[in-house]
């Protein structure tokens, strides 16, 4: 078995793996760049008019062999999960390599698609993965193992050809909510004689933050919403399922309504049932408010399925503005407007993404118009990925002959605490 890591062995994103067995071939993830060169976030609408050819010129896509062109294709891509870092250049692949992902991540890349710019699975090409279910692709045996991220739906891979045995972690924690997932995979692979573990190292090479856990963040998202007397703006992606758990918990705990823009209303819709997610729209306690920027899309481009959905659960602005205190409303930075720049007197603001996007100039524009009515920012968050010492735990319980870092920064760190690392740049043959 021979691995290539084509990005991510010395950067966090942009996840791309080739693994071989004989002659076949399967990738892991197909990531768009997470960051740039001097580690700022990296501007993905640079890329929406480059053809597969340019961005394999430009080194933003991974030069793997029939991946974006040419005739010697792979035979299958795999998706740990719908991140943009992950999947971000799926739409840029040969259109006949066959994608397997699980029924979650396909359904988040749909929601993505129509919302985000961003790519669903063809279905043409999709091929479901179930979590414990084995799969045959060539002479690979693929077993998914469901794991715990901020997003519906991930997979880790383990992936067995020719006597060896690997394993892929994708992105994965141990301080959200299903501590069961991490707790089966050590169950299953510890001192199993796993040949080798690639295993993401985010935490090293960047500060663990918060060490809040998903449960405790929950608590403090509740609390701050019932210290507040005006409007609580929710500032998350509408993706992030434990998130958006935490704050319809908050809303509930505190006998104000929840209101989805449209985009988390579809999240919603789609992920509800399968996630275990209550689901407030259809129980009579969540609204649904359309921003002045999808109004003006509908405006431009007509009413769709997906935009007529949730009129019966309409709010307007109006009514907000009426009683403030009585909502708990997901915000994004572009809806300022909607508010003419001026908010309800003591509005806060609860902040829960990276806090390196709440640096840009719109956000601050933001906590100025809080300010001026009594209004705050406060910043609630916890990582999606695994702290730093809980890369060390998780990675000592696989004992895996050879660990691969991969998605840091900071590759050379695990050798302070592991002596069996095998770090390469991007393109080295890794050969098991």
């Not at 062999?65 to 891509?77: E, R, V, W």
């Amino acid at each position: 078995m021979q691995v290539t890591i084509h990005r991510g062995s010395q950067e966090v994103g942009g996840t791309c793996i080739e693994v071989q067995s004989g002659t076949t071939r399967i990738v892991l993830d197909v990531g768009m760049p997470l960051f740039d060169k001097n580690r700022n976030p990296f501007d993905t609408s640079t890329v929406r008019q480059k053809t597969a050819a340019q961005l394999e010129t430009s080194g933003i896509a991974p030069s793997v062999s029939g991946l974006f062109s040419g005739d010697d294709q792979p035979d299958a891509i795999l998706l740990s999960h719908a991140h943009l870092d992950h999947v971000g250049l799926l739409k840029y692949t040969v259109p006949t390599i066959p994608v397997y992902a699980s029924k979650g991540t396909s359904k988040m890349m749909l929601v993505g698609e129509v919302f985000a710019n961003q790519t669903e699975i063809p279905r043409d090409r999709f091929r479901e993965l179930r979590s414990g279910k084995r799969q045959t692709i060539g002479d690979f045996t693929i077993t998914p193992f469901s794991v715990d991220h901020s997003i519906h739906g991930c997979l880790a891979f383990l992936i067995e050809a020719d006597g060896k045995r690997l394993f892929y972690t994708g992105d994965l924690r141990l301080h959200g909510n299903r501590p069961q997932d991490h707790e089966a995979m050590i169950d299953a692979l510890g001192g199993s004689s796993l040949d080798a573990l690639i295993v993401e190292g985010t935490h090293f090479g960047f500060d663990d933050g918060s060490e809040t856990t998903e449960t405790e963040l929950q608590t403090q998202i509740a609390w701050h919403t019932e210290d507040t007397l005006g409007l609580v703006l929710a500032a998350f992606s509408p993706q992030h399922i434990d998130r958006l758990r935490a704050f319809i918990h908050a809303a509930k705990e505190t006998k104000r309504t929840f209101v989805a823009d449209l985009y988390t209303a579809f999240a919603l819709h789609m992920v509800s049932r399968d996630a275990k997610l209550e689901n407030p729209l259809r129980h009579g306690c969540g609204r649904v408010y359309y921003p002045l920027s999808q109004r003006r899309k509908i405006e431009r481009r007509g009413n769709t399925k997906v935009t007529n959905m949730f009129r019966d659960l309409e709010i307007q602005m109006d009514e907000i503005l009426e009683t403030p205190g009585d909502f708990v409303m997901v915000f994004r930075e572009s809806m300022l407007e909607d508010f003419d720049g001026r908010f309800p007197n003591d509005s806060l603001c609860i902040y829960s993404k990276w806090k390196g996007y709440s640096e840009s100039k719109s956000w601050k524009q933001i906590g100025t118009s809080l300010a001026a009515t009594g209004g705050q920012i406060v910043h609630a968050h916890t990582s999606g990925h695994a702290l730093s010492s809980d890369i060390v735990e998780f990675t000592q319980a696989i004992d895996a002959k050879a660990i691969i870092p991969n998605h840091t920064f900071d590759p050379q760190r695990f050798r302070d605490y592991f002596e069996n690392v095998v770090t390469a740049t991007d393109g080295q043959l890794i050969y098991l």
